[in-house]
């Protein structure tokens, strides 16, 4: 993971110096905790980044997964403003949602040292316990290999013939063969 002590700075497990330069551009601020990359997009620049369960100051960080590519976080903000958490709320399964929101939280929860006594996160996807709170997150999830039925449902509305849908079937397909899924 990257941390984010200063821009630029990387622990020895960081693939890319670049990249905590790269997140803070792309966030317009100093990510607060530690980070990797899982997800690049068609140029090479982080996509998504999978956050580490607590921000340096040790407060917890319920969301896992985050988008950080603009483009795609544009296209993401305008499916929301058109209703797009009601409409994934309608359209996926709420026993589905709810095994999701389990499976992220235990996916977290499994980096949490062994242990801790502080605040731990809470919450499944974008740290909500039940619902659709946040497409970004489902989304970023989803891109990184996570069965997520609303990152699902969001890739599909986002799907098209310009090169940025064409990547994210593309990038799903990728994460599932690297993921075996």
């Known amino acids: 993971m990257t ?11 960081a693939d890319d110096g670049d990249d905590a330069v790269a997140v803070a551009a792309l966030l317009g601020r100093r990510p607060r905790g530690r980070f990797e990359v899982v997800v690049r997009g068609p ?6 980044i999978r956050n580490a369960p607590f921000l340096d100051d040790g407060t917890p960080m319920p969301t896992g ?4 590519d603009v483009e795609l976080r544009v296209r993401v903000d305008r499916l929301e403003a058109a209703g797009g958490v009601r409409r994934a709320s309608e359209a996926v399964d709420p026993a589905a949602l709810a095994a999701a929101h389990r499976r992220h939280a235990a996916e977290r929860d499994a980096a949490i040292p062994l242990g801790w ?17 946040c497409l970004h997150a ?4 989803w891109l990184a290999g996570g069965d997520d039925p609303v990152g699902h449902w969001v890739s599909a509305q986002l799907a098209g013939r310009d090169p940025l849908g064409r990547w994210i079937s593309a990038q799903r397909s990728m994460s599932a063969a690297t993921l075996g899924g």
């Open 117 to 133: 006594a502080g605040p731990r996160p809470r919450g499944g996807v974008g740290g909500t316990r039940t619902g659709v709170k």
């Open 43 to 48: 140029t090479g620049l982080p996509a998504v």
């Open 138 to 141: 489902h989304l970023a999830w």
């Open 3 to 13: 941390t984010a002590t200063s821009p630029g700075e990387r622990d020895a497990a």
């Open 65 to 68: 997964y985050w988008l950080v």
